[in-house]
């Protein structure tokens, strides 16, 4: 029954993909409703978990128990957390494939997601442990169809998690750590929205 739920799952993710996609340029959309953040993630960490599994990823998850529900929609948010997720493990790939000049040299990674609570917003991040963001991409990254190196994939997924961010009043930025890697902030007001 798990397992059917996991698949259940990725069909909606699927849909909701080819949605967004039709609906790039027509924000405002989504239906908005109380949402426990913290739960989304675990929900969406469930998904990808097989994924993760062959890509040597782990992850690792810091929610913080002092942020409320906020108005939210929960499906916009578990496919923002999933392109996320999935460009992170891409990013790692692509990184071992790099160093190890084998294409089926995947060494894995780490993917930090944490919450915390912000002046009047909550706080999301995704941080990986890949090679970072190139400086000339930095600014380009939530661009409809901007993409580096992929194989698969039309660079819509950042574009998409940036409309759904904004159509919710919040601000998404990419930028690199100082330690390796990309992060990706998404801070979401507190304060109702109307639907």
């Known amino acids: 029954m798990e397992n ?8 909606e993710t699927i849909k909701d993909t080819a949605k967004s996609l039709l609906d790039l340029n027509r924000p405002g959309k989504e239906k908005k409703e109380q949402t426990d953040v913290n739960g989304v993630i675990e929900n969406t960490v469930v998904l990808v978990k097989s994924h993760l599994r062959h890509a040597k990823v782990r992850i690792n998850l810091d929610l913080s128990l002092k942020i409320p529900d906020i108005m939210v929609s929960s499906q916009g948010l578990s496919h923002c957390l999933l392109n996320l997720v999935n460009n992170a493990v891409e990013a790692m790939s692509g990184a071992s494939r790099h160093k190890s000049g084998q294409p ?8 930090k ?3 915390l609570p912000g002046k009047g917003n909550i706080v999301i991040t995704v941080a990986d442990t890949g090679p970072g963001i190139a400086e000339k991409d930095l600014h380009h990254v939530f661009d409809a169809f901007y993409t580096q190196k992929k194989k698969m994939g039309m660079g819509v997924g950042l574009s998409i998690c940036h409309g759904f961010v904004e159509d919710h009043g919040g601000t998404i930025a990419a930028e690199n750590s100082p330690e390796g890697g990309a ?3 998404i801070k979401l007001p507190i ?3 109307g639907d």
């Open 191 to 193: 304060e109702e929205l």
């Open 113 to 115: 997601i944490r919450t």
């Open 104 to 111: 089926g040299g995947i060494t894995g990674g780490e993917i």
């Open 183 to 185: 992060v990706f902030t």
């Open 4 to 11: 059917l739920e996991v698949i259940s799952g990725a069909f």
